[in-house]
C-alpha cells in the first residue's frame, strides 16, 4: 500500500473517530495537519531518483523538438500540425492520468513539466509548419501564461522554473527590441514576477520552500534582475535602483528565511559567511560586492555625470529609501540581520538610528554625487569613496578569514584585494603620479601599521609574560 | 523533518492551505485549462488554414540565404522590399515613439508581382487585404521573413537561390490581416520539391 492510501485510509478512519464522540474538531484537524506534513516528508523521493527521472524526461522532450525541427516538409501539413501538439497531448494524457490515478508529486511536477514543454514547442512549430514568425516575445509570454495555472494546480517547482525562465526571456526580448515602454515592461515585471508570489508564499508558509527548493529563490530572484536589466535603457539613476534590488534580495532573504537563533543568516554582506544556502542573500551579497567594484572605475562616474535625473525620480526613490529603512529597522530589532561589521566598528557609541540607516549610505552617497554641482570632483570623490569601500570589504574579509581560521573567506578576501589594487595599477583614468604616490602611501600605511602591532605585542609580551598568546589576534603582520 | 514559520500573511495562509481541491475539482480545473491549451496553441493554425484555403494570393519578388533555428530547425531567410511603402503613420516623434504598429496594404504591378502600397495607422476600411507589421524608425519589421524547410535540403536550396538572384518568389495568402506563404519559388519550381 502506498503513503497516500495509507493516508486516505487514515482520514476514514478519523471521520469515524469524529462520528463517534472519540475526538472532537480541533484534535481532528491538528492531527490531519500532522499527518498532511508527514506525508510531505515521505513523500519526496531520493535526490538522486528524483534528478534522473527529471532529466530523462527533460532529453526526451528536447529530443522530441530536434526531431520535429528537422522539418518533415515531405509529411502533409495538417500531420505536422498534429505531430506538434503531441508532446502537448501527451502532457495532458499524463496529467489526467496523475490526478485520476492520484499520483504523487514526481508525476505532477513531470506531467507539468511536459505540458510546458508541449506548448512551447507547438506554437514554434506552428510558426514553421505556416512560415510565420509572430513576435518571439509573444511565443515566450503565451508559453509562460498558459504554464502559470499548473504551478498552482499541481504544486509544480519545475514548471515553476519554467515559467520564470521563460518570462525572464519575454522581458529581455521586449527590452531589445524596445516594444514595450518603461511603464509597460515595470508593469509586466511586476503583473508575472508577481503571479508567482502568492504560490511561492503558501509554499513557505507551508515549510515546504526548504533545502533543494531554494534553487528556485534563485531563479526568482535573477528574473527579477533581467527585469531591471531591461527598464535599464530609460533610466538615468540605475546605480541607485540596482544597489537597493540586490539589498532588497537581502533583505528578503532574511524576513523570510533567517533564524534569530543562527548568527550566520540573513547578514549583511560585510558580515558573517557560511551562509551559502540562503541564495537569495547569496546572491544579492555577491552582486553588490561586483557592483562596488564596478562603482570604483572612475570612467562610469564620468560618462553618468552626463545626465541628468527626473523631478519624480527623487519621489520614487524617496520612498525606496523609506521603505527599505523601515524594513532594515524592522529586521534588526528581529534580530534578523546583523550589522556590517566594518562599518558598525567606525560608528560605535553613534545614535542607532545612524546604524540602521547604514546599508543605505552606499545608494545615497551616489545620489548626492549625481546632484553635486560639479561633476569633476564628484566623479573624484564617488571613485574614492567606493574604491575604498571594497578595499575595506577585501581586507575585513581577509582578516576575518584569518581570525576564523575560514580559508574560503581569506582567500575571497584576498582576491578582492589584488583586484582593487590590479585594477587601479592599469587603471589609465589616473595620472602615473597619481596612482605611483597612492600606491607608496598605501604601502607605507600597511608597513606602518605592521610595524606597530608587533612593537604592542612585544610590549603586552614583556608586561605580561605568563599570559598565553591569544589565538584570535591577527596573524597577518606577524611575520615583519 | 519541515517547520512551520510564522509571518503577518500565516493567518490568511492558513485558511488558504486549509483549502484541498477534490479529485473531481482538481480534474475539471484541469481540463478547461488544458482545453484552453490545445484551444489556443490550434487557433493560429485554424486562421493560417483559412487563409490558405480563402484567402487572396500575392507573388513577392525576394531572395534569401540560409541560417538555422534551434527550435524549428534549418529555414531560408527572405528580405520582402519594403522601399515602395508609402507612410500614412500618423508618429510622434517627441513621445520618443519611433515604433509602433502599422498595416500595410497590398498592391500588384501590371506583371503581377506584389509590392507594399502603404503603411496605415489601422486596417483599411475599403476591406483590402493587409499585413500586421511594426514601425520601427522607418524601416517595416514583417512577420514573414523566414522559410523553414527540410534539413536535408536547405544548403542546396541556399545555393540555388544564390545562383538565380533575379528569379526567386514567394507565394502568400492573406486574409483578413492573417498572412500565411504557402511556397518560396526559384522560377517556377517550388523550393521543398527541387531535385538539386
Known amino acids: ?480 | 523533518m519541515t517547520t512551520e514559520k510564522r509571518f503577518f500573511f500565516s493567518p490568511w495562509a492558513d485558511k488558504v492551505s486549509e483549502w484541498k481541491p477534490g479529485k473531481m475539482t482538481l480534474l475539471l480545473l484541469f481540463l478547461i485549462l488544458a482545453a484552453l491549451q490545445i484551444g489556443l496553441s490550434v487557433y493560429p493554425s485554424i486562421r493560417s488554414e483559412a487563409a490558405i484555403r480563402s484567402g487572396q494570393e500575392y507573388k513577392f519578388k525576394t531572395e534569401a540565404y540560409d541560417p538555422a533555428d534551434p527550435f524549428r530547425g534549418r529555414y531560408l531567410q527572405f528580405r520582402l522590399d519594403t522601399t515602395t511603402v508609402k507612410n500614412r503613420l500618423e508618429i510622434d516623434e517627441s513621445r520618443g515613439a519611433g515604433r509602433q504598429i502599422c498595416y500595410l496594404t497590398i498592391g500588384k504591378t501590371p506583371e503581377g508581382i506584389a509590392y507594399f502600397d502603404e503603411a496605415l495607422p489601422k486596417p483599411p476600411a475599403d476591406g483590402a487585404d493587409y499585413i500586421k507589421a511594426r514601425y520601427q524608425y522607418g524601416n517595416y519589421d514583417l512577420p514573414m521573413e523566414q522559410y523553414f524547410v527540410d534539413e536535408a535540403i536547405a544548403p542546396a536550396a541556399e545555393r540555388a537561390f544564390f545562383d538565380h538572384p533575379n528569379d526567386c518568389y514567394i507565394l502568400m495568402r492573406v486574409q483578413r490581416g492573417t498572412a500565411v506563404v504557402t511556397g518560396m519559388y526559384v522560377g517556377d519550381l517550388l523550393i521543398d520539391q527541387v531535385d538539386f
Not at chain 1, 550566520?264 to 547569496?282: N, R, V
Not at chain 1, 578569514?401 to 578582492?416: S, Y
Open chain 1, 1 to 480: 500500500m502506498t503513503e497516500e492510501k495509507h493516508l486516505q485510509w487514515l482520514n476514514r478512519q478519523m471521520q469515524t473517530w469524529q462520528s463517534q464522540g472519540l475526538v472532537d474538531p480541533a484534535t481532528l484537524a491538528r492531527l490531519q495537519a500532522y499527518y498532511r506534513l508527514r506525508a510531505q516528508d515521505t513523500k519526496r523521493m531520493p535526490v538522486l531518483s528524483f534528478a534522473l527521472v527529471i532529466i530523462g524526461t527533460v532529453l526526451v522532450l528536447l529530443g522530441a523538438i530536434l526531431i520535429l525541427a528537422k522539418n518533415w516538409s515531405s509529411m502533409p501539413r495538417l500531420l505536422r500540425v498534429f505531430c506538434s501538439l503531441v508532446p502537448l497531448l501527451t502532457g495532458i494524457g499524463l496529467g489526467l492520468y496523475t490526478i485520476l490515478r492520484e499520483k504523487g508529486q514526481l508525476w505532477r511536477e513531470i506531467s507539468a513539466l511536459v505540458v510546458s514543454i508541449g506548448l512551447l514547442t507547438a506554437m514554434a512549430i506552428t510558426g514553421q509548419v505556416y512560415h510565420v514568425i509572430s513576435d518571439p516575445a509573444h511565443l515566450f509570454l503565451g508559453t509562460a501564461l498558459l504554464s502559470l495555472p499548473l504551478v498552482y494546480l499541481f504544486s509544480a517547482d519545475l514548471t515553476a522554473l519554467v515559467y520564470l525562465v521563460l518570462v525572464s526571456i519575454y522581458l529581455a526580448v521586449a527590452a531589445i527590441q524596445q516594444s514595450l515602454s518603461l511603464g509597460g515592461i515595470l508593469l509586466a515585471g511586476i503583473l508575472l514576477i508577481g503571479a508567482l508570489k502568492p504560490w511561492l508564499v503558501l509554499q513557505l508558509h507551508q515549510g515546504k520552500l526548504q533545502g533543494q527548493t531554494l534553487w528556485l529563490n534563485l531563479a526568482l530572484g535573477l528574473t527579477g534582475l533581467v527585469w531591471f536589466f531591461s527598464m535599464l535603457p530609460y533610466w538615468v539613476p540605475w546605480q541607485e535602483f540596482l544597489y537597493l534590488y540586490f539589498l532588497g534580495l537581502i533583505l528578503a532573504d532574511a524576513y523570510y528565511y533567517a533564524d534569530p537563533q543562527d548568527s550566520q543568516l540573513g547578514s549583511w554582506p560585510l558580515s558573517q559567511e557560511g551562509s551559502e544556502h540562503h541564495t537569495l542573500s547569496l546572491l544579492g551579497k555577491l552582486s553588490l560586492y561586483f557592483l562596488i567594484y564596478i562603482f570604483s572605475f572612475r570612467g562610469l562616474w564620468l560618462y553618468q555625470a552626463q545626465s541628468s535625473l527626473r523631478p519624480f525620480t527623487y519621489g520614487i526613490l524617496f520612498v525606496l529609501f523609506a521603505g527599505m529603512a523601515l524594513l532594515i529597522y524592522m529586521l534588526y530589532k528581529q534580530k534578523k540581520l546583523q550589522q556590517p561589521d566594518l562599518m558598525e566598528s567606525a560608528v560605535s557609541g553613534v545614535l542607532p538610528v545612524v546604524k540602521w540607516f547604514l546599508p543605505l549610505l552606499p545608494p545615497v552617497l551616489m545620489l548626492l554625487l549625481q546632484l553635486m554641482p560639479d561633476r569633476d570632483t564628484a566623479s573624484l570623490l564617488a571613485v574614492i569613496c567606493f574604491n575604498l569601500l571594497f578595499f575595506g570589504i577585501g581586507l575585513r574579509m581577509l582578516l576575518r578569514g584569518i581570525n576564523q581560521n575560514h580559508l574560503g573567506t581569506a582567500n575571497l578576501g584576498l582576491f578582492f584585494l589584488v583586484l582593487i589594487i590590479g585594477t587601479r595599477f592599469l587603471d589609465m583614468d589616473f595620472s602615473f603620479l597619481v596612482r605611483g604616490l597612492v600606491f607608496v602611501a598605501l604601502g607605507l600605511g600597511f608597513l606602518f601599521t605592521n610595524l606597530w602591532m608587533v612593537r604592542k605585542s612585544r610590549e603586552k609580551a614583556e608586561e605580561n609574560p605568563a599570559e598565553p598568546i591569544d589565538p584570535a589576534a591577527p596573524k597577518g603582520g606577524a611575520s615583519l
